[in-house]
């Protein structure tokens, strides 16, 4: 039922810059509506890792980062890291279904 | 520090009424919305709904007509009810605070298993 699609999977070397997309609608992310990136590690609950599009909470690395534009958003990792290996969710709000919305979820792996 | 706490049965028969309560602690109830997720075994998020500590309520639309979301600011706990359930509802349930858009913290989660 996930309105925003990612990528199954991504990987990256140690040290490696890799990025996920994630691509709605007019009706979320095209409606200009703030995408927020959850960061869900084996077995724990999903974290808060970049919100309001662009923005870090304290305690975030630099090296994880948000953009957007038009009916799409990414989030890149740059120097990628083994604690980095996680499945991450990108999230909006969708107007058409007057409700928030996830991301299908992206499994990043370090090889 | 605020925290969010799960808790309820973890073992639900078909057909009945799936409940779970969310504590609250660190943070005033009545300062935001808060919201249910759930995620299937292996699968991605799902958002079932949030509530204000007025009562107002949104639910998915595709769980909204089995789905109720109530509070009770007295014990700074909202709850969840899911009626008619089946294996489908099998799944982690965790609750959120909703901060302008984005869900922050989240509690642990709770797995309910929906199996006679």
């Known amino acids: 039922q996930s309105v925003l699609t990612q990528p199954p999977s991504v990987s990256g070397a140690p040290g490696q810059r890799v990025t996920i997309s994630c691509t709605g609608s007019?009706?979320?992310?095209?409606?200009?509506?703030?995408v927020n990136w959850y960061q869900q590690l084996p077995g724990t609950a999903p974290k808060l890792l970049i919100y309001?599009?662009?923005n870090r909470p304290s305690g975030v690395p630099d090296r994880f980062s948000g953009s957007k534009s038009g009916t799409s958003a990414s989030l890149a990792i740059t120097g990628l890291q083994a604690e980095d290996e996680a499945d991450y969710y990108c999230?909006?709000?969708?107007?058409?279904?007057?409700?928030?919305?996830f991301g299908t979820g992206t499994k990043v792996a370090v090889l | 520090q605020v925290q969010l706490q799960e808790s309820g049965p973890g073992l639900v028969k078909p057909s009945e009424t799936l409940s779970l309560t969310c504590t609250v602690s660190?943070?005033?109830?009545?300062?935001?919305?808060w919201s249910w997720i759930r995620q299937p075994p292996g699968k991605g998020l799902e958002w079932i709904g949030d509530?204000?500590?007025?009562?107002?309520?949104t639910y998915n639309p595709s769980l909204k007509s089995r789905v109720t979301i109530s509070v009770d600011t007295s014990k700074s706990q909202f709850s969840l009810k899911l009626s008619s359930v089946t294996a489908a509802d099998t799944a982690v349930y965790y609750c959120?605070?909703?901060?302008?858009?984005?869900?922050?913290?989240w509690g642990q989660g709770t797995l309910v298993t929906v199996s006679s």
């Open positions: 660190g943070a005033s109830i009545t300062t935001y919305y």
């Open positions: 007019n009706s979320n992310i095209g409606a200009a509506y703030d």
């Open positions: 959120a605070r909703v901060d302008a858009g984005w869900l922050d913290p």
């Open positions: 509530i204000y500590y007025s009562g107002s309520t």
């Open positions: 309001g599009s662009t």
């Open positions: 999230q909006s709000y969708d107007s058409r279904l007057s409700g928030y919305v």
